[in-house]
């Protein structure tokens, strides 16, 4: 585990992963069981829903970097669990943001 210790292993992190790798998994199935076809959107250029995946991934990397940028890291709220509690960061109201996102560019793209 020393070879891995730079990098913060935070809850925020590791629910990052897990969520890109099931939306990986769902998109592999969704492949393999409905086959894709191309349409065209808002952009006027022909999608897939890959492609509308990554336009989502990068956007929401732009949104949160944009949001650290503005807004910062600083804690919105402390919950009462253990004896110091756990804070919950600006950050997941930047997420928020990405999912809805997310959710136009796969409607609307």
């Known amino acids: 585990m020393e070879s ?9 992190t590791a629910i990052f992963f897990v969520a890109l790798a099931c939306t990986l998994a769902v998109m ?8 894709e076809a191309e349409r065209v959107g808002v952009l006027r250029i022909p999608t897939t829903r890959g492609d509308r995946l990554f336009i989502s991934l990068i ?3 732009v949104i949160h970097l944009v949001w650290i940028g503005l807004v910062g890291t600083d804690a919105i709220a402390t919950l009462p669990i253990g004896e110091e509690g756990i ?13 809805v996102m ?3 560019v796969f409607r609307t793209v």
């Open 28 to 35: 592999t199935y969704l492949a393999a069981g409905y086959p």
């Open 87 to 99: 804070e919950i960061s600006s950050l997941w109201l930047a997420s928020g943001v990405s999912l």
């Open 4 to 12: 891995i210790a730079w990098m913060a292993w935070t809850l925020p």
């Open 59 to 61: 956007a929401a990397a």
């Open 102 to 104: 997310a959710a136009l």
